[in-house]
Protein backbone atom coordinates (compact mmCIF):
# COMPACT_ATOMS: atom_id res chain seq x y z
CA UNK A 1 0.00 0.00 0.00
CA UNK A 2 2.86 2.62 1.27
CA UNK A 3 4.69 1.50 -1.96
CA UNK A 4 2.07 2.29 -4.05
CA UNK A 5 1.49 5.51 -2.71
CA UNK A 6 5.26 6.41 -3.27
CA UNK A 7 5.06 5.19 -6.91
CA UNK A 8 1.74 7.83 -7.04
CA UNK A 9 3.86 10.80 -5.78
CA UNK A 10 6.72 9.72 -8.46
CA UNK A 11 4.56 9.77 -11.14
CA UNK A 12 5.42 12.84 -13.83
CA UNK A 13 1.81 13.42 -14.11
CA UNK A 14 1.23 14.18 -10.19
CA UNK A 15 1.41 17.23 -8.39
CA UNK A 16 0.85 17.99 -5.14
CA UNK A 17 -0.72 21.19 -6.26
CA UNK A 18 -4.43 21.67 -7.07
CA UNK A 19 -6.02 24.77 -7.85
CA UNK A 20 -9.99 24.86 -9.82
CA UNK A 21 -8.95 22.39 -12.84
CA UNK A 22 -6.16 20.12 -13.67
CA UNK A 23 -4.60 22.10 -16.90
CA UNK A 24 -1.03 21.57 -17.99
CA UNK A 25 0.08 25.10 -17.48
CA UNK A 26 3.81 26.87 -18.65
CA UNK A 27 6.03 27.26 -15.99
CA UNK A 28 7.11 31.39 -15.58
CA UNK A 29 10.77 32.18 -15.79
CA UNK A 30 10.44 36.20 -15.70
CA UNK A 31 7.99 38.77 -16.60
CA UNK A 32 8.65 42.35 -17.90
CA UNK A 33 6.20 45.33 -18.83
CA UNK A 34 3.41 43.82 -20.78
CA UNK A 35 5.46 40.30 -21.06
CA UNK A 36 6.13 37.42 -19.54
CA UNK A 37 8.59 34.28 -20.57
CA UNK A 38 7.99 30.75 -19.40
CA UNK A 39 11.18 28.46 -18.90
CA UNK A 40 10.38 26.91 -23.38
CA UNK A 41 11.58 30.41 -23.96
CA UNK A 42 8.02 30.79 -25.16
CA UNK A 43 7.04 35.02 -24.89
CA UNK A 44 3.35 35.60 -24.22
CA UNK A 45 1.98 39.43 -23.57
CA UNK A 46 -0.05 39.31 -20.94
CA UNK A 47 -3.50 40.76 -22.70
CA UNK A 48 -5.68 40.11 -19.16
CA UNK A 49 -2.83 41.52 -17.05
CA UNK A 50 -3.06 37.88 -14.85
CA UNK A 51 -6.45 38.13 -13.18
CA UNK A 52 -7.10 41.84 -14.08
CA UNK A 53 -4.51 42.68 -11.56
CA UNK A 54 -1.04 43.39 -12.86
CA UNK A 55 -2.24 47.07 -13.80
CA UNK A 56 1.51 48.67 -13.85
CA UNK A 57 2.93 45.80 -15.76
CA UNK A 58 5.28 43.58 -14.30
CA UNK A 59 8.95 44.19 -12.69
CA UNK A 60 8.32 48.32 -11.77
CA UNK A 61 11.39 49.91 -10.90
CA UNK A 62 9.67 52.29 -9.02
CA UNK A 63 6.79 49.79 -7.06
CA UNK A 64 9.94 47.32 -6.29
CA UNK A 65 11.74 50.04 -4.68
CA UNK A 66 8.90 51.77 -2.46
CA UNK A 67 8.59 47.82 -1.70
CA UNK A 68 12.08 47.23 -0.61
CA UNK A 69 12.59 50.84 1.24
CA UNK A 70 9.60 49.94 3.56
CA UNK A 71 11.03 46.11 3.81
CA UNK A 72 14.28 47.81 5.10
CA UNK A 73 11.90 49.38 8.00
CA UNK A 74 10.00 46.99 8.88
CA UNK A 75 7.33 44.94 7.02
CA UNK A 76 4.72 43.82 9.70
CA UNK A 77 3.14 44.66 12.60
CA UNK A 78 0.10 44.24 13.98
CA UNK A 79 -2.79 46.89 14.11
CA UNK A 80 -3.87 46.31 17.66
CA UNK A 81 -0.16 46.97 18.41
CA UNK A 82 0.97 49.87 16.28
CA UNK A 83 0.08 52.13 13.82
CA UNK A 84 2.20 52.72 10.62
CA UNK A 85 3.08 56.09 8.63
CA UNK A 86 2.16 54.35 5.48
CA UNK A 87 -1.09 53.06 6.61
CA UNK A 88 -2.03 56.33 7.47
CA UNK A 89 -1.30 58.06 4.35
CA UNK A 90 -2.28 55.34 2.28
CA UNK A 91 -5.69 55.69 3.91
CA UNK A 92 -5.80 59.93 2.96
CA UNK A 93 -4.75 58.75 -0.48
CA UNK A 94 -7.64 56.61 -0.90
CA UNK A 95 -9.99 59.50 0.52
CA UNK A 96 -8.64 62.22 -1.59
CA UNK A 97 -9.17 60.19 -4.60
CA UNK A 98 -12.73 59.65 -3.53
CA UNK A 99 -12.98 63.33 -3.43
CA UNK A 100 -13.76 62.79 0.46
CA UNK A 101 -17.41 61.57 -0.49
CA UNK A 102 -15.85 58.45 1.04
CA UNK A 103 -14.04 59.60 3.84
CA UNK A 104 -13.04 55.54 6.13
CA UNK A 105 -11.07 52.77 5.28
CA UNK A 106 -10.21 49.75 6.18
CA UNK A 107 -7.37 47.42 4.69
CA UNK A 108 -8.14 44.15 3.61
CA UNK A 109 -5.63 41.33 1.70
CA UNK A 110 -8.01 40.45 -1.32
CA UNK A 111 -10.98 41.23 -3.28
CA UNK A 112 -13.57 38.56 -1.86
CA UNK A 113 -12.24 40.47 1.52
CA UNK A 114 -13.10 43.67 0.64
CA UNK A 115 -16.41 42.26 -0.39
CA UNK A 116 -16.91 40.47 3.08
CA UNK A 117 -16.29 43.36 5.15
CA UNK A 118 -18.67 45.51 3.26
CA UNK A 119 -21.59 43.06 4.13
CA UNK A 120 -20.45 42.72 7.29
CA UNK A 121 -20.23 46.39 7.88
CA UNK A 122 -23.51 46.75 6.36
CA UNK A 123 -25.45 44.42 8.74
CA UNK A 124 -23.29 45.70 12.00
CA UNK A 125 -24.50 49.34 10.87
CA UNK A 126 -27.98 48.22 11.26
CA UNK A 127 -27.08 45.75 14.18
CA UNK A 128 -26.31 48.97 15.78
CA UNK A 129 -29.12 51.30 14.87
CA UNK A 130 -31.74 49.22 16.14
CA UNK A 131 -32.59 47.54 12.72
CA UNK A 132 -31.64 44.03 13.47
CA UNK A 133 -33.93 42.66 10.61
CA UNK A 134 -31.29 43.99 8.35
CA UNK A 135 -29.63 41.38 7.03
CA UNK A 136 -29.99 40.26 3.60
CA UNK A 137 -28.76 41.73 0.51
CA UNK A 138 -29.46 42.06 -3.37
CA UNK A 139 -27.05 41.76 -6.53
CA UNK A 140 -27.45 41.45 -9.69
CA UNK A 141 -27.87 37.83 -11.62
CA UNK A 142 -25.15 37.00 -13.32
CA UNK A 143 -22.47 39.03 -10.88
CA UNK A 144 -19.12 37.75 -8.97
CA UNK A 145 -18.29 39.72 -5.80
CA UNK A 146 -15.65 36.54 -5.04
CA UNK A 147 -15.46 33.48 -3.37
CA UNK A 148 -15.79 33.56 0.61
CA UNK A 149 -19.46 32.43 1.84
CA UNK A 150 -20.21 35.77 2.21
CA UNK A 151 -19.04 36.94 -1.13
CA UNK A 152 -20.74 34.11 -2.96
CA UNK A 153 -24.05 34.50 -1.49
CA UNK A 154 -24.13 37.23 -3.34
CA UNK A 155 -22.58 36.41 -6.18
CA UNK A 156 -24.78 34.84 -8.87
CA UNK A 157 -23.11 32.88 -11.37
CA UNK A 158 -25.09 29.21 -11.21
CA UNK A 159 -21.76 27.17 -11.70
CA UNK A 160 -20.30 28.92 -8.60
CA UNK A 161 -23.22 29.02 -6.26
CA UNK A 162 -24.51 25.59 -6.74
CA UNK A 163 -22.33 23.64 -4.53
CA UNK A 164 -22.37 25.78 -1.77
CA UNK A 165 -26.36 26.42 -1.75
CA UNK A 166 -26.83 24.76 1.43
CA UNK A 167 -24.61 27.11 3.30
CA UNK A 168 -24.82 30.75 1.41
CA UNK A 169 -27.25 33.36 2.83
CA UNK A 170 -30.04 33.51 0.80
CA UNK A 171 -29.60 36.78 -1.12
CA UNK A 172 -32.29 38.45 -3.45
CA UNK A 173 -30.81 38.23 -7.09
CA UNK A 174 -32.39 40.72 -9.51
CA UNK A 175 -31.63 39.93 -13.10
CA UNK A 176 -28.97 42.48 -14.66
CA UNK A 177 -29.55 44.77 -17.22
CA UNK A 178 -28.67 43.45 -20.72
CA UNK A 179 -28.26 46.09 -23.33
CA UNK A 180 -26.85 43.57 -25.74
CA UNK A 181 -29.88 41.28 -25.80
CA UNK A 182 -32.47 43.58 -24.06
CA UNK A 183 -36.43 43.37 -25.60
CA UNK A 184 -36.67 47.06 -25.31
CA UNK A 185 -36.10 49.29 -27.89
CA UNK A 186 -33.32 51.50 -26.22
CA UNK A 187 -31.13 51.21 -23.35
CA UNK A 188 -33.11 53.85 -21.37
CA UNK A 189 -36.73 51.86 -21.25
CA UNK A 190 -34.15 48.62 -20.71
CA UNK A 191 -32.72 50.16 -17.70
CA UNK A 192 -36.40 51.25 -16.53
CA UNK A 193 -38.03 48.14 -16.96
CA UNK A 194 -34.96 46.39 -15.35
CA UNK A 195 -35.58 49.04 -12.21
CA UNK A 196 -39.05 48.43 -12.49
CA UNK A 197 -38.40 44.34 -11.81
CA UNK A 198 -36.01 44.98 -9.49
CA UNK A 199 -38.14 47.03 -7.37
CA UNK A 200 -40.61 44.65 -7.35
CA UNK A 201 -38.83 41.87 -6.57
CA UNK A 202 -37.47 43.96 -3.50
CA UNK A 203 -40.98 45.15 -2.08
CA UNK A 204 -42.51 41.49 -2.50
CA UNK A 205 -39.31 39.86 -0.44
CA UNK A 206 -39.29 42.67 2.25
CA UNK A 207 -37.26 46.38 1.44
CA UNK A 208 -37.02 46.36 5.14
CA UNK A 209 -34.66 43.43 5.50
CA UNK A 210 -32.39 44.34 2.70
CA UNK A 211 -29.36 46.08 4.39
CA UNK A 212 -27.50 46.71 1.18
CA UNK A 213 -27.91 46.41 -2.85
CA UNK A 214 -24.00 45.56 -4.17
CA UNK A 215 -23.24 45.94 -7.95
CA UNK A 216 -20.32 45.91 -10.23
CA UNK A 217 -20.53 49.45 -11.95
CA UNK A 218 -18.76 47.84 -14.66
CA UNK A 219 -19.27 43.44 -14.69
CA UNK A 220 -15.85 42.01 -15.02
CA UNK A 221 -16.19 37.66 -16.17
CA UNK A 222 -19.87 37.25 -15.03
CA UNK A 223 -21.32 40.09 -17.48
CA UNK A 224 -17.67 40.12 -20.32
CA UNK A 225 -17.83 44.22 -18.88
CA UNK A 226 -21.02 44.95 -19.57
CA UNK A 227 -21.29 49.23 -18.50
CA UNK A 228 -24.32 49.99 -16.36
CA UNK A 229 -25.35 53.29 -17.12
CA UNK A 230 -25.79 56.15 -15.13
CA UNK A 231 -29.64 55.70 -15.66
CA UNK A 232 -29.38 52.68 -13.78
CA UNK A 233 -26.93 52.98 -11.09
CA UNK A 234 -28.74 55.90 -10.43
CA UNK A 235 -31.98 54.38 -10.25
CA UNK A 236 -30.41 51.78 -7.76
CA UNK A 237 -29.37 54.43 -5.89
CA UNK A 238 -32.56 55.81 -5.46
CA UNK A 239 -34.36 53.10 -4.56
CA UNK A 240 -31.65 52.57 -1.74
CA UNK A 241 -32.55 55.46 -0.36
CA UNK A 242 -36.52 54.60 -0.90
CA UNK A 243 -36.24 51.78 1.45
CA UNK A 244 -33.39 52.70 3.65
CA UNK A 245 -31.11 50.21 2.41
CA UNK A 246 -27.02 50.89 1.76
CA UNK A 247 -25.58 51.47 -1.54
CA UNK A 248 -22.51 49.05 -2.11
CA UNK A 249 -20.13 49.59 -5.38
CA UNK A 250 -17.97 46.71 -5.55
CA UNK A 251 -14.97 48.04 -7.58
CA UNK A 252 -12.62 45.01 -6.61
CA UNK A 253 -12.06 45.10 -10.64
CA UNK A 254 -12.92 48.46 -11.74
CA UNK A 255 -11.57 50.59 -9.52
CA UNK A 256 -7.44 51.71 -8.79
CA UNK A 257 -7.96 53.71 -12.50
CA UNK A 258 -8.87 50.31 -14.88
CA UNK A 259 -11.70 52.42 -16.35
CA UNK A 260 -9.48 55.74 -16.71
CA UNK A 261 -10.84 57.56 -13.60
CA UNK A 262 -9.90 56.36 -10.25
CA UNK A 263 -13.13 54.92 -8.69
CA UNK A 264 -15.88 53.85 -11.78
CA UNK A 265 -18.88 55.56 -9.59
CA UNK A 266 -17.19 59.08 -10.25
CA UNK A 267 -17.64 58.92 -13.97
CA UNK A 268 -21.49 58.04 -13.27
CA UNK A 269 -21.20 60.14 -10.35
CA UNK A 270 -23.48 57.95 -8.39
CA UNK A 271 -22.04 57.79 -4.92
CA UNK A 272 -22.15 54.32 -2.99
CA UNK A 273 -22.42 54.32 0.98
CA UNK A 274 -19.28 51.58 1.15
CA UNK A 275 -16.90 50.52 -2.27
CA UNK A 276 -14.54 47.80 -2.00
CA UNK A 277 -11.04 47.78 -4.04
CA UNK A 278 -8.47 45.19 -4.45
CA UNK A 279 -6.73 43.79 -7.52
CA UNK A 280 -5.29 47.02 -9.09
CA UNK A 281 -4.60 48.35 -5.72
CA UNK A 282 -1.46 46.20 -4.89
CA UNK A 283 -1.21 45.38 -8.68
CA UNK A 284 -0.20 42.12 -8.37
CA UNK A 285 3.25 43.42 -6.18
CA UNK A 286 1.65 42.34 -2.92
CA UNK A 287 -1.78 41.27 -1.95
CA UNK A 288 -3.31 44.31 -1.01
CA UNK A 289 -7.03 45.65 -0.95
CA UNK A 290 -9.47 47.86 0.93
CA UNK A 291 -13.51 48.91 2.12
CA UNK A 292 -13.47 52.49 1.98
CA UNK A 293 -17.33 53.81 3.47
CA UNK A 294 -18.98 56.73 4.76
CA UNK A 295 -17.81 57.53 8.27
CA UNK A 296 -21.92 58.07 9.51
CA UNK A 297 -21.42 53.93 9.17
CA UNK A 298 -18.22 53.79 10.79
CA UNK A 299 -19.36 55.70 13.21
CA UNK A 300 -22.64 54.11 14.54
CA UNK A 301 -20.70 50.56 14.38
CA UNK A 302 -17.53 52.16 16.27
CA UNK A 303 -19.47 53.89 19.23
CA UNK A 304 -21.34 50.51 19.47
CA UNK A 305 -18.02 48.69 20.55
CA UNK A 306 -15.79 48.78 17.31
CA UNK A 307 -16.42 46.49 14.05
CA UNK A 308 -15.85 42.95 14.70
CA UNK A 309 -14.00 41.94 11.71
CA UNK A 310 -10.69 41.26 10.89
CA UNK A 311 -7.93 39.58 8.74
CA UNK A 312 -4.32 39.20 10.29
CA UNK A 313 -2.46 40.78 7.14
CA UNK A 314 -4.98 43.35 6.93
CA UNK A 315 -2.98 47.13 6.60
CA UNK A 316 0.48 45.46 6.86
CA UNK A 317 3.19 48.28 6.12
CA UNK A 318 4.18 46.22 3.39
CA UNK A 319 0.62 46.20 1.61
CA UNK A 320 0.25 49.99 2.59
CA UNK A 321 3.79 50.85 0.82
CA UNK A 322 3.02 48.72 -2.07
CA UNK A 323 -0.23 50.43 -2.68
CA UNK A 324 1.35 53.75 -2.39
CA UNK A 325 3.97 52.73 -4.48
CA UNK A 326 1.37 51.91 -7.26
CA UNK A 327 -0.70 55.08 -6.85
CA UNK A 328 2.32 56.98 -7.38
CA UNK A 329 3.83 55.41 -10.02
CA UNK A 330 0.30 55.67 -11.72
CA UNK A 331 0.09 59.27 -10.76
CA UNK A 332 3.94 59.99 -11.82
CA UNK A 333 3.19 58.40 -15.36
CA UNK A 334 -0.35 59.67 -15.95
CA UNK A 335 -1.77 56.07 -16.28
CA UNK A 336 -5.04 57.38 -16.22
CA UNK A 337 -4.74 59.52 -19.39
CA UNK A 338 -3.34 56.53 -21.36
CA UNK A 339 -5.93 54.77 -20.29
CA UNK A 340 -8.80 56.59 -21.70
CA UNK A 341 -6.30 56.99 -24.81
CA UNK A 342 -5.40 53.47 -25.21
CA UNK A 343 -8.59 51.47 -23.94
CA UNK A 344 -10.22 54.29 -27.08
CA UNK A 345 -8.14 52.99 -29.95
CA UNK A 346 -7.94 49.60 -28.62
CA UNK A 347 -12.14 49.64 -28.48
CA UNK A 348 -11.95 50.95 -31.87
CA UNK A 349 -9.92 48.24 -33.29
CA UNK A 350 -12.13 45.09 -31.47
CA UNK A 351 -14.68 46.78 -33.18
CA UNK A 352 -12.72 46.61 -36.81
CA UNK A 353 -12.12 42.74 -35.65
CA UNK A 354 -15.87 42.48 -35.40
CA UNK A 355 -16.42 43.81 -38.86
CA UNK A 356 -14.26 40.67 -39.92
CA UNK A 357 -14.81 37.90 -37.69
CA UNK A 358 -18.88 36.52 -37.48
CA UNK A 359 -18.38 34.79 -34.34
CA UNK A 360 -18.32 38.28 -32.54
CA UNK A 361 -21.66 39.53 -31.39
CA UNK A 362 -20.98 42.32 -29.28
CA UNK A 363 -17.76 44.04 -28.09
CA UNK A 364 -17.92 46.37 -25.01
CA UNK A 365 -16.36 47.91 -21.54
CA UNK A 366 -14.86 51.07 -21.33
CA UNK A 367 -11.06 52.19 -20.48
CA UNK A 368 -8.97 49.30 -20.70
CA UNK A 369 -11.91 46.66 -18.83
CA UNK A 370 -13.10 45.55 -22.66
CA UNK A 371 -14.71 42.22 -23.80
CA UNK A 372 -16.00 40.52 -26.89
CA UNK A 373 -18.82 38.02 -26.50
CA UNK A 374 -18.94 35.24 -29.18
CA UNK A 375 -22.20 34.30 -30.83
CA UNK A 376 -23.39 32.03 -33.82
CA UNK A 377 -24.68 34.30 -35.43
CA UNK A 378 -24.59 38.34 -35.30
CA UNK A 379 -28.00 39.13 -36.10
CA UNK A 380 -30.01 36.51 -34.08
CA UNK A 381 -26.91 36.73 -31.44
CA UNK A 382 -28.16 32.99 -30.57
CA UNK A 383 -24.63 32.06 -27.56
CA UNK A 384 -22.88 28.65 -29.20
CA UNK A 385 -23.82 25.82 -27.67
CA UNK A 386 -22.26 24.96 -24.11
CA UNK A 387 -20.65 21.70 -24.77
CA UNK A 388 -18.46 23.46 -27.57
CA UNK A 389 -16.36 25.53 -25.11
CA UNK A 390 -16.17 28.46 -27.38
CA UNK A 391 -14.40 30.78 -25.06
CA UNK A 392 -11.67 28.18 -24.28
CA UNK A 393 -10.98 27.46 -27.99
CA UNK A 394 -10.69 31.48 -28.12
CA UNK A 395 -8.16 31.67 -25.48
CA UNK A 396 -5.89 28.56 -26.53
CA UNK A 397 -5.38 30.00 -29.28
CA UNK A 398 -4.87 33.13 -28.23
CA UNK A 399 -2.10 31.45 -26.08
CA UNK A 400 -0.66 29.54 -28.99
CA UNK A 401 0.23 33.13 -30.52
CA UNK A 402 1.49 34.40 -27.31
CA UNK A 403 -2.04 36.31 -26.09
CA UNK A 404 -3.25 35.86 -22.86
CA UNK A 405 -6.58 36.68 -22.54
CA UNK A 406 -9.37 36.28 -20.04
CA UNK A 407 -12.23 33.86 -20.95
CA UNK A 408 -15.88 33.47 -18.55
CA UNK A 409 -19.33 32.66 -19.40
CA UNK A 410 -21.95 35.62 -19.64
CA UNK A 411 -25.41 34.05 -19.74
CA UNK A 412 -25.31 32.60 -15.82
CA UNK A 413 -21.92 31.08 -16.33
CA UNK A 414 -23.42 28.68 -18.30
CA UNK A 415 -23.71 30.00 -22.05
CA UNK A 416 -22.46 33.09 -23.73
CA UNK A 417 -18.76 32.63 -24.43
CA UNK A 418 -16.83 36.01 -23.85
CA UNK A 419 -13.30 37.07 -23.46
CA UNK A 420 -11.81 39.99 -21.51
CA UNK A 421 -9.19 42.02 -23.03
CA UNK A 422 -7.57 44.25 -20.15
CA UNK A 423 -4.12 44.54 -20.58
CA UNK A 424 -1.90 46.35 -17.95
CA UNK A 425 -2.46 50.19 -18.27
CA UNK A 426 1.15 51.39 -19.27
CA UNK A 427 -0.65 49.97 -22.37
CA UNK A 428 1.37 51.40 -25.37
CA UNK A 429 1.14 51.44 -29.15
CA UNK A 430 2.93 48.80 -30.00
CA UNK A 431 1.70 46.18 -27.55
CA UNK A 432 -1.82 47.43 -28.78
CA UNK A 433 -1.44 46.04 -32.14
CA UNK A 434 0.20 42.87 -30.94
CA UNK A 435 -2.61 42.29 -29.08
CA UNK A 436 -4.83 43.12 -32.06
CA UNK A 437 -3.00 41.53 -34.57
CA UNK A 438 -2.49 38.26 -32.53
CA UNK A 439 -6.13 37.85 -31.23
CA UNK A 440 -7.20 38.26 -35.28
CA UNK A 441 -5.21 34.90 -36.07
CA UNK A 442 -6.79 33.26 -32.82
CA UNK A 443 -9.94 34.38 -33.97
CA UNK A 444 -9.32 33.40 -37.61
CA UNK A 445 -8.45 29.70 -36.48
CA UNK A 446 -11.49 29.40 -33.84
CA UNK A 447 -13.59 30.17 -36.71
CA UNK A 448 -11.68 27.00 -39.15
CA UNK A 449 -11.88 25.20 -36.40
CA UNK A 450 -15.54 25.73 -35.79
CA UNK A 451 -16.33 25.31 -39.35
CA UNK A 452 -14.85 21.94 -39.16
CA UNK A 453 -16.52 20.67 -36.36
C1 LIG B 1 -15.91 42.31 -8.97
C2 LIG B 1 -15.10 41.38 -8.14
N1 LIG B 1 -15.34 41.29 -6.83
C3 LIG B 1 -14.63 40.46 -6.03
C4 LIG B 1 -13.63 39.66 -6.55
C5 LIG B 1 -12.85 38.75 -5.64
O1 LIG B 1 -11.54 39.19 -5.54
P1 LIG B 1 -10.39 38.19 -5.05
O2 LIG B 1 -10.22 37.18 -6.12
O3 LIG B 1 -9.20 39.10 -4.88
O4 LIG B 1 -10.82 37.60 -3.76
C6 LIG B 1 -13.36 39.72 -7.92
C7 LIG B 1 -12.33 38.84 -8.51
O5 LIG B 1 -12.29 38.59 -9.68
C8 LIG B 1 -14.10 40.59 -8.74
O6 LIG B 1 -13.89 40.68 -10.05
Same mark, same amino acid.
Given at each position: MEKDKTENLMADSYSPLFYQTD?? =?????? @????????? /? *??? %??????????????????????????????????????FESQVAIDLAYKLVGLANNKLDKVYFVGSGSEAVESALKLAIQYYYATGQKQRSRFVS???????????????????? =?????? @????????? /? *??? %???????????????????????????????????????????????????????SGLRNLCDEIGAL????????????????????????????????????????????????????DAVMNSGGFMHGHTYAGNPLACATAIGVLNAMEHENILDNVRRQGGKLKAQLLELQQRHSIIGDVRGEGLLLAMEFVQDQATKEPFPAELNVFSIVTTEAKAQGLLVYPRRCLDGTKGDHILITPPLILDDEIRNEIVQKLDVALRNTQDFLEKH
Amino acid at each position: MEKDKTENLMADSYSPLFYQTDVE =LPLVAK @AEGCRIWDT /E *GNV %YIDGCSGAISVNMGHNHAGIKRAIQEQMDKVSFTYRTQFESQVAIDLAYKLVGLANNKLDKVYFVGSGSEAVESALKLAIQYYYATGQKQRSRFVSLRPSYHGSTLGALSVTAYTP =LEKPFE @AVTQKSIHI /E *GPS %YYRKKEDSDDAHDDEMLRLARKAIFEEGGDTVAGIIVEPIGGASTGARVLSKRYLSGLRNLCDEIGALLIMDEVMTGAGRTGVWYCWQSVDVVPDIMALAKGLGAGYYPVGAMLAKSKITDAVMNSGGFMHGHTYAGNPLACATAIGVLNAMEHENILDNVRRQGGKLKAQLLELQQRHSIIGDVRGEGLLLAMEFVQDQATKEPFPAELNVFSIVTTEAKAQGLLVYPRRCLDGTKGDHILITPPLILDDEIRNEIVQKLDVALRNTQDFLEKH
